[in-house]
């Protein structure tokens, strides 16, 4: 299981030059009751632990998010296999997952 420390600081670095994503996402990781909240802050894409609430909400263990960042998972067969469940607008989550793999390594 990777961190929930270690997941936060990998997205905020995909989303460092990210000024909006114009939605409230949520990131529940099934393998702990741990949520990571991706929004709009000031002037930048915020990155936080915590949140309830979101215009979409994805469930992901920390393992698979960490392969959808790292670019070692393919969303759309995450998606398709159950490894990754949206709910919400699921072009949301697809914006999101694109975010994080356009990132640099």
């Not at 990777?2 to 990210?18: S, Y």
């Not at 709009?40 to 990155?47: A, E, K, L, N, Y």
């Not at 979409?56 to 159950?82: C, E, F, H, M, W």
């Not at 949206?86 to 999101?96: D, I, P, R, W």
């Amino acid at each position: 299981m990777v961190a929930t420390e270690d997941l936060i600081e990998a997205i905020r670095a995909r989303v460092g030059n990210v000024e909006r994503i114009g939605y409230r996402i949520v990131v529940a990781l099934t393998d702990s009751d741990d949520t990571i909240t991706i929004a709009d802050g000031d002037g930048h894409v915020s990155v936080e632990a915590g949140g309830e609430e979101g215009d979409t909400t994805v469930r992901v263990t920390s393992d698979n998010l960490q392969k959808l960042i790292d670019g070692k998972l393919n969303p759309l067969i995450a998606y398709s296999t159950g490894r990754l469940k949206v709910e919400g607008s699921q072009g949301v989550a697809l914006k999101l997952v694109s975010v994080l793999q356009s990132g640099d390594d």
